[in-house]
Protein backbone atom coordinates (compact mmCIF):
# COMPACT_ATOMS: atom_id res chain seq x y z
CA UNK A 1 0.00 0.00 0.00
CA UNK A 2 1.08 3.70 -0.62
CA UNK A 3 -0.60 6.94 0.12
CA UNK A 4 -0.62 10.88 -1.81
CA UNK A 5 -2.37 13.33 -0.27
CA UNK A 6 -5.13 15.48 -1.49
CA UNK A 7 -4.78 19.11 -1.61
CA UNK A 8 -7.23 19.02 1.04
CA UNK A 9 -5.44 17.10 3.38
CA UNK A 10 -6.89 13.71 2.63
CA UNK A 11 -4.60 10.47 2.94
CA UNK A 12 -6.22 8.46 -0.03
CA UNK A 13 -4.34 4.45 0.23
CA UNK A 14 -3.72 2.93 -3.10
CA UNK A 15 -2.03 -0.49 -4.62
CA UNK A 16 -0.23 -0.87 -8.79
CA UNK A 17 -0.46 -3.98 -10.09
CA UNK A 18 1.68 -4.93 -13.37
CA UNK A 19 3.40 -2.61 -15.80
CA UNK A 20 3.03 -0.54 -18.70
CA UNK A 21 0.82 2.56 -19.16
CA UNK A 22 -1.36 3.66 -15.90
CA UNK A 23 -4.72 2.71 -15.37
CA UNK A 24 -6.39 4.05 -12.55
CA UNK A 25 -9.66 2.23 -11.25
CA UNK A 26 -12.37 4.18 -9.70
CA UNK A 27 -14.72 2.20 -7.50
CA UNK A 28 -18.60 2.90 -7.10
CA UNK A 29 -20.90 2.99 -3.77
CA UNK A 30 -19.78 0.53 -0.85
CA UNK A 31 -16.83 -1.03 -2.68
CA UNK A 32 -13.05 -0.27 -2.01
CA UNK A 33 -9.85 -1.11 -3.28
CA UNK A 34 -9.69 -4.35 -2.31
CA UNK A 35 -13.09 -5.08 -4.91
CA UNK A 36 -10.81 -4.46 -8.06
CA UNK A 37 -7.48 -6.67 -7.04
CA UNK A 38 -9.21 -9.32 -9.60
CA UNK A 39 -9.66 -7.25 -12.31
CA UNK A 40 -6.22 -5.39 -11.59
CA UNK A 41 -4.45 -9.39 -11.84
CA UNK A 42 -6.37 -9.72 -14.88
CA UNK A 43 -5.14 -6.37 -16.47
CA UNK A 44 -1.34 -6.52 -14.72
CA UNK A 45 0.15 -7.96 -17.91
CA UNK A 46 -0.36 -4.87 -20.23
CA UNK A 47 -0.76 -1.93 -17.53
CA UNK A 48 0.27 -0.47 -14.28
CA UNK A 49 -3.34 -0.58 -12.45
CA UNK A 50 -3.87 1.68 -9.72
CA UNK A 51 -6.54 0.56 -7.01
CA UNK A 52 -7.77 2.75 -4.26
CA UNK A 53 -9.72 3.74 -1.88
CA UNK A 54 -12.31 6.50 -2.17
CA UNK A 55 -12.15 8.84 0.97
CA UNK A 56 -13.86 7.68 3.71
CA UNK A 57 -13.23 3.87 2.62
CA UNK A 58 -10.31 1.44 4.18
CA UNK A 59 -7.47 2.74 4.61
CA UNK A 60 -8.20 6.65 3.35
CA UNK A 61 -8.83 8.99 5.59
CA UNK A 62 -11.62 11.70 5.51
CA UNK A 63 -13.00 15.11 5.97
CA UNK A 64 -16.15 16.20 7.32
CA UNK A 65 -16.48 19.40 4.67
CA UNK A 66 -17.21 16.93 1.48
CA UNK A 67 -17.93 18.46 -1.49
CA UNK A 68 -17.87 16.05 -5.28
CA UNK A 69 -14.89 18.62 -6.16
CA UNK A 70 -12.81 16.91 -3.59
CA UNK A 71 -12.72 13.55 -4.90
CA UNK A 72 -12.13 14.96 -8.70
CA UNK A 73 -9.15 16.15 -6.61
CA UNK A 74 -8.25 12.93 -4.76
CA UNK A 75 -8.67 10.90 -8.43
CA UNK A 76 -6.38 14.13 -10.25
CA UNK A 77 -3.37 13.87 -7.32
CA UNK A 78 -3.16 10.24 -7.91
CA UNK A 79 -2.94 10.72 -11.78
CA UNK A 80 -0.28 13.29 -10.92
CA UNK A 81 1.74 10.98 -8.57
CA UNK A 82 1.15 7.50 -10.86
CA UNK A 83 1.42 9.19 -14.45
CA UNK A 84 -1.77 7.07 -15.34
CA UNK A 85 -2.91 7.82 -18.90
CA UNK A 86 -6.29 6.03 -18.49
CA UNK A 87 -9.42 5.76 -16.07
CA UNK A 88 -12.09 3.20 -15.95
CA UNK A 89 -14.99 3.57 -13.15
CA UNK A 90 -17.98 1.58 -12.37
CA UNK A 91 -21.65 2.43 -11.40
CA UNK A 92 -21.26 6.19 -9.33
CA UNK A 93 -17.78 6.18 -9.28
CA UNK A 94 -18.06 7.16 -13.32
CA UNK A 95 -18.95 10.56 -11.88
CA UNK A 96 -15.49 11.33 -10.17
CA UNK A 97 -14.34 10.16 -13.72
CA UNK A 98 -15.77 12.08 -16.00
CA UNK A 99 -15.33 14.95 -13.94
CA UNK A 100 -11.54 14.55 -14.39
CA UNK A 101 -11.68 13.26 -18.19
CA UNK A 102 -9.37 15.65 -19.50
CA UNK A 103 -6.99 14.56 -17.53
CA UNK A 104 -7.00 11.24 -19.41
CA UNK A 105 -6.17 10.16 -22.38
CA UNK A 106 -9.08 7.28 -22.55
CA UNK A 107 -11.79 6.18 -20.63
CA UNK A 108 -14.25 3.47 -20.15
CA UNK A 109 -17.10 3.87 -17.71
CA UNK A 110 -19.58 0.65 -16.43
CA UNK A 111 -23.24 1.05 -15.88
CA UNK A 112 -23.50 4.25 -14.87
CA UNK A 113 -26.86 4.50 -12.88
CA UNK A 114 -28.60 6.95 -14.21
CA UNK A 115 -32.27 6.57 -14.33
CA UNK A 116 -33.89 6.72 -17.58
CA UNK A 117 -37.49 6.00 -18.39
CA UNK A 118 -38.15 2.59 -17.32
CA UNK A 119 -35.85 2.84 -14.06
CA UNK A 120 -37.28 1.81 -10.78
CA UNK A 121 -37.82 5.37 -8.87
CA UNK A 122 -35.64 7.23 -6.70
CA UNK A 123 -35.75 6.16 -3.14
CA UNK A 124 -38.07 8.92 -1.40
CA UNK A 125 -36.00 11.60 0.70
CA UNK A 126 -32.82 9.45 0.16
CA UNK A 127 -30.18 11.43 0.63
CA UNK A 128 -32.15 13.30 3.50
CA UNK A 129 -32.94 9.65 5.00
CA UNK A 130 -28.88 8.54 3.98
CA UNK A 131 -27.92 11.79 6.66
CA UNK A 132 -30.56 10.98 9.54
CA UNK A 133 -29.76 7.57 9.87
CA UNK A 134 -25.76 8.70 9.75
CA UNK A 135 -26.65 11.39 12.12
CA UNK A 136 -27.98 8.53 14.54
CA UNK A 137 -25.13 6.41 14.79
CA UNK A 138 -27.13 4.27 12.79
CA UNK A 139 -25.16 3.25 9.40
CA UNK A 140 -26.93 0.06 8.94
CA UNK A 141 -30.09 1.72 8.60
CA UNK A 142 -28.60 3.80 5.69
CA UNK A 143 -26.65 0.44 4.27
CA UNK A 144 -30.29 -1.06 4.19
CA UNK A 145 -31.80 2.24 2.45
CA UNK A 146 -29.73 1.64 -0.25
CA UNK A 147 -29.49 -1.99 -0.81
CA UNK A 148 -32.94 -2.08 -0.49
CA UNK A 149 -34.63 0.92 -1.99
CA UNK A 150 -31.88 2.18 -4.10
CA UNK A 151 -30.43 -1.06 -5.61
CA UNK A 152 -33.87 -3.36 -5.51
CA UNK A 153 -31.60 -6.50 -3.66
CA UNK A 154 -34.53 -8.50 -2.11
CA UNK A 155 -34.91 -7.48 2.05
CA UNK A 156 -34.54 -10.88 2.98
CA UNK A 157 -31.53 -11.31 1.24
CA UNK A 158 -30.18 -7.82 2.92
CA UNK A 159 -31.13 -9.36 6.32
CA UNK A 160 -29.34 -12.28 6.01
CA UNK A 161 -26.02 -10.30 5.80
CA UNK A 162 -26.72 -8.47 9.31
CA UNK A 163 -24.19 -9.68 12.22
CA UNK A 164 -21.67 -10.91 8.97
CA UNK A 165 -18.17 -9.31 8.86
CA UNK A 166 -19.46 -8.43 5.46
CA UNK A 167 -22.08 -6.73 7.04
CA UNK A 168 -19.78 -4.83 9.23
CA UNK A 169 -17.45 -3.86 6.51
CA UNK A 170 -20.28 -2.36 4.87
CA UNK A 171 -21.43 -0.25 8.03
CA UNK A 172 -17.84 1.20 7.86
CA UNK A 173 -18.49 2.40 4.47
CA UNK A 174 -22.17 3.72 5.19
CA UNK A 175 -21.29 7.28 5.18
CA UNK A 176 -19.96 7.51 2.15
CA UNK A 177 -23.14 6.61 0.63
CA UNK A 178 -23.70 10.65 0.99
CA UNK A 179 -21.07 11.11 -1.18
CA UNK A 180 -21.74 9.24 -4.22
CA UNK A 181 -25.59 10.29 -3.65
CA UNK A 182 -24.36 13.92 -3.74
CA UNK A 183 -22.08 12.66 -7.13
CA UNK A 184 -25.30 11.70 -8.83
CA UNK A 185 -27.27 13.96 -7.77
CA UNK A 186 -30.75 13.61 -9.24
CA UNK A 187 -29.46 10.55 -10.81
CA UNK A 188 -30.43 12.52 -14.41
CA UNK A 189 -28.32 11.79 -17.55
CA UNK A 190 -25.88 14.58 -16.95
CA UNK A 191 -26.22 15.43 -20.66
CA UNK A 192 -24.46 18.99 -20.00
CA UNK A 193 -21.35 16.75 -18.67
CA UNK A 194 -21.84 14.05 -21.08
CA UNK A 195 -21.74 16.35 -24.41
CA UNK A 196 -18.62 18.33 -22.93
CA UNK A 197 -16.73 15.35 -22.72
CA UNK A 198 -14.46 14.50 -25.84
CA UNK A 199 -12.21 12.15 -24.44
CA UNK A 200 -12.53 8.56 -26.53
CA UNK A 201 -15.10 6.64 -23.95
CA UNK A 202 -15.64 2.98 -23.83
CA UNK A 203 -19.14 2.76 -22.25
CA UNK A 204 -19.68 -1.17 -21.02
CA UNK A 205 -22.81 -2.92 -19.87
CA UNK A 206 -23.69 -5.93 -18.54
CA UNK A 207 -25.50 -8.38 -20.91
CA UNK A 208 -27.69 -9.57 -17.90
CA UNK A 209 -28.56 -6.05 -16.04
CA UNK A 210 -31.68 -4.88 -16.18
CA UNK A 211 -33.03 -3.47 -19.22
CA UNK A 212 -33.23 0.22 -17.30
CA UNK A 213 -29.66 -0.12 -16.59
CA UNK A 214 -28.29 -0.94 -20.52
CA UNK A 215 -30.34 1.85 -21.22
CA UNK A 216 -28.35 4.10 -19.33
CA UNK A 217 -25.35 3.24 -20.95
CA UNK A 218 -26.84 3.31 -24.25
CA UNK A 219 -28.07 6.86 -23.85
CA UNK A 220 -24.25 7.78 -22.17
CA UNK A 221 -22.79 6.59 -25.41
CA UNK A 222 -24.79 8.71 -27.29
CA UNK A 223 -24.46 11.78 -25.05
CA UNK A 224 -20.92 11.51 -25.64
CA UNK A 225 -18.80 13.05 -28.62
CA UNK A 226 -16.51 10.20 -29.11
CA UNK A 227 -17.55 7.14 -27.59
CA UNK A 228 -18.13 3.47 -28.02
CA UNK A 229 -21.37 1.12 -26.96
CA UNK A 230 -20.56 -2.45 -25.88
CA UNK A 231 -22.43 -5.45 -24.14
CA UNK A 232 -20.49 -8.14 -22.38
CA UNK A 233 -22.12 -10.83 -20.89
CA UNK A 234 -21.75 -11.18 -17.17
CA UNK A 235 -24.46 -10.89 -14.32
CA UNK A 236 -26.25 -8.34 -12.55
CA UNK A 237 -24.55 -4.68 -12.09
CA UNK A 238 -20.71 -6.68 -13.24
CA UNK A 239 -19.06 -8.22 -15.55
CA UNK A 240 -16.51 -10.68 -14.65
CA UNK A 241 -12.65 -10.16 -15.12
CA UNK A 242 -11.92 -12.83 -17.31
CA UNK A 243 -14.30 -11.16 -20.15
CA UNK A 244 -13.99 -7.43 -19.01
CA UNK A 245 -10.12 -7.14 -19.19
CA UNK A 246 -9.37 -8.42 -22.84
CA UNK A 247 -12.09 -5.97 -23.71
CA UNK A 248 -10.53 -3.23 -22.24
CA UNK A 249 -6.89 -3.95 -23.23
CA UNK A 250 -8.41 -3.97 -26.73
CA UNK A 251 -10.28 -0.61 -26.29
CA UNK A 252 -6.90 0.87 -24.57
CA UNK A 253 -3.89 -0.21 -26.22
CA UNK A 254 -6.13 0.36 -29.85
CA UNK A 255 -4.46 3.60 -30.28
CA UNK A 256 -2.48 5.32 -27.97
CA UNK A 257 -3.31 9.49 -28.45
CA UNK A 258 -0.43 11.26 -29.77
Known amino acids: METITSP ?106 FRVE ?17 AAGNPGGAAELFMVEAVGQPQEMVDSFKGTPMWKSLEAMAHTLIYDALQLGDSAVPTDLLSSTPTPTLALHSTSSPEWLQTAVRTTAATLPNAKLLGLPGEFHQVPPEVLAPALKTFYLGRRSS
Not at 29 to 47: G, N
Not at 74 to 94: F, H, I, W
Request: aromatic fraction near 10%; hydrophobic fraction near 35%; charged fraction near 25%.
Open 118 to 134: GAPPAPDRYLERLREFI
Open 8 to 113: DGTRIAYDTFGSGPGLILTPGAFTDRSYYVPLATALSSSFTVITYDRRGRGDSTDNPQYAIEREVEDLQALREQTGAVYGYADSSGVMILLRAAAAFEKLAVMEPP
